[in-house]
């Protein structure tokens, strides 16, 4: 069930984001041989205030999001839409959903571990988005998605996972959407792998967290 869901939105103002985060002792699995459980619930806390941050700040954002089986630690300005655990394609397109009812058309939404991620970088996205009416943002790899831009009133099926930036793309095509790939530094960067925690200030950022 969608939690603190407002009664209205003002269009004239913006995209709002989406900002997906899994219950925070889960976060980062992959990274348990580097870090602490601990360790790794201070990374993920700390990456998603870098992200909510950077979304507050940006020109083109409106209100933030976050959906999560959780609220944690999140200030109580910001809303949570509940994920009910049956995957992040599935919490993203409820949310997506519940948001279109409120006559949202502009949406962004944008990984949770992007710790280099700034505001200037999430407006160049989003108007990417308006002018195409599609704008994703692949990972370091090319293959992935770390954040999209919905410029669009109509459902739209997430495709996050392998191979997912091809898939993104084949959906925006289906919807006969324009699609932009916007690639800059803070957009690109997840931290997944020992590799992304030994580029973070060269360890010395996570060494901070633990």
């Not at 609220?71 to 509940?82: E, H, S």
């Not at 308006?130 to 831009?149: M, Q, Y």
């Amino acid at each position: 069930m969608l939690c603190d869901l407002p009664q209205r939105l003002d269009r004239r103002l913006g995209c709002c984001a989406l900002i997906a985060v899994k219950q925070r002792v889960q976060g980062k699995g992959r990274l348990a041989p580097q870090l602490s459980v601990d360790a790794r619930v201070r990374l993920v806390r700390s990456m998603l205030a870098q992200v909510i941050g950077a979304a507050r700040g940006a020109q083109t954002v409106r209100q933030v999001f976050v959906v999560s089986p959780e609220r944690d630690t999140l200030a109580d300005d910001i809303p949570v839409l509940a994920d009910s655990g049956q995957g992040l394609n599935a919490a993203l397109t409820q949310a997506h959903r519940a948001l279109l009812e409120l006559g949202v058309r502009e949406l962004l939404v944008l990984h949770a571990d992007l710790p280099q991620l700034e505001s200037a970088e999430i407006d160049a996205l989003v108007r990417a988005g308006r002018a195409a009416g599609f704008a994703i943002a692949p990972d370091t790899a090319d293959v992935g998605s770390n954040a999209l831009c919905l410029a669009t009133g109509q459902p739209f099926q997430f495709q996050f996972g392998p191979d997912s930036k091809r898939l993104h793309l084949r959906e925006a095509q289906r919807l006969g959407l324009q699609a932009q790939v916007v690639r800059l530094p803070g957009l690109q960067f997840d931290v997944d792998t020992a590799a992304d925690l030994r580029r973070l200030e060269e360890g010395a950022w996570v060494r901070r967290q633990r």
